[in-house]
T-cell receptor, first 113, second 112 residues
Framework: GGIITQTPKFLIGQEGQKLTLKCQQNFNHDTMYWYRQDSGKGLRLIYY?????DLQKGDLSEGYDASREKKSSFSLTVTSAQKNEMAVFLCASSIWGGGETLYFGSGTRLTVL | QQNVQQSPESLIVPEGARTSLNCTFSDSASQYFWWYRQHSGKAPKALM?????GEKEEGRFTIHLNKASLHFSLHIRDSQPSDSALYLC????????????FGSGTRLLVSP
């Protein structure tokens, strides 16, 4: 088995601040994802990456940057935090994407003051 | 652009009831279909998947897929209080570039 570790668990920032969320997986999976979940709702795809140094935009990429410098890690940057994007950010990975199951981390809860 | 919708938004059923959750998708090229379950405060976990038209049963859970209708569903037999959770459907296809799109979720409460 493996695990996905997201840090930090809670992130508090000021409006307009640049904030970075980190995700590490030890499954040796190729594909990694960042999703945003607003208040117990569904998941919206921000960015995904099918291999090291690859980045693909999801439907919600505006206002975010991502980085995949190593196969095991995928980071997400909120370029200018806004109060309306307070949410839980979930990182996931899968063996190669497409038809494979996603495994999720426990999330980072973002609060913007 | 893939659009995935779930219904109903929320559902309350008595213990022992049969529960049905629905998911519609817009891209007819979709190939892979899952249901995930998320208990309160926890990470989503895969429950079941189906890749071809028809039905698949695992214990109390059954998944139906009708690609022509752009619809799949999850049925829970003998619902238990421990089934209370947010249920998320997800869809992808290879030509979509490994993109996995989720629905907006159905919140299920099973009352004892």
């Amino acid at each position: 088995g493996g695990i996905i570790t997201q840090t930090p668990k809670f992130l508090i920032g000021q409006e307009g601040q640049k904030l970075t969320l980190k995700c590490q997986q030890n499954f040796n999976h190729d594909t990694m994802y960042w999703y945003r979940q607003d208040s117990g709702k569904g998941l919206r795809l921000i960015y995904y990456s099918i291999t090291e140094n690859d980045l693909q935009k999801g439907d919600l990429s505006e206002g975010y940057d991502a980085s995949r410098e190593k196969k095991s890690s995928f980071s997400l940057t909120v370029t200018s935090a806004q109060k309306n994007e307070m949410a839980v950010f979930l990182c996931a990975s899968s063996i190669w994407g497409g038809g494979e199951t996603l495994y999720f981390g426990s999330g980072t809860r973002l609060t913007v003051l | 652009q893939q659009n995935v919708q779930q219904s109903p938004e929320s559902l309350i059923v008595p213990e022992g009831a049969r529960t049905s959750l629905n998911c519609t998708f817009s891209d007819s090229a979709s190939q892979y279909f899952w249901w995930y379950r998320q208990h309160s405060g926890k990470a989503p976990k895969a429950l079941m998947s189906i890749f071809s038209n028809g039905e698949k049963e695992e214990g109390r859970f059954t998944i139906h897929l009708n690609k022509a209708s752009l619809h799949f569903s999850l049925h829970i037999r003998d619902s238990q209080p421990s089934d209370s959770a947010l249920y998320l459907c997800a869809v992808s296809n290879r030509t979509g570039g490994y993109k996995v799109v989720f629905g907006s979720g159905t919140r299920l409460l099973v009352s004892p």
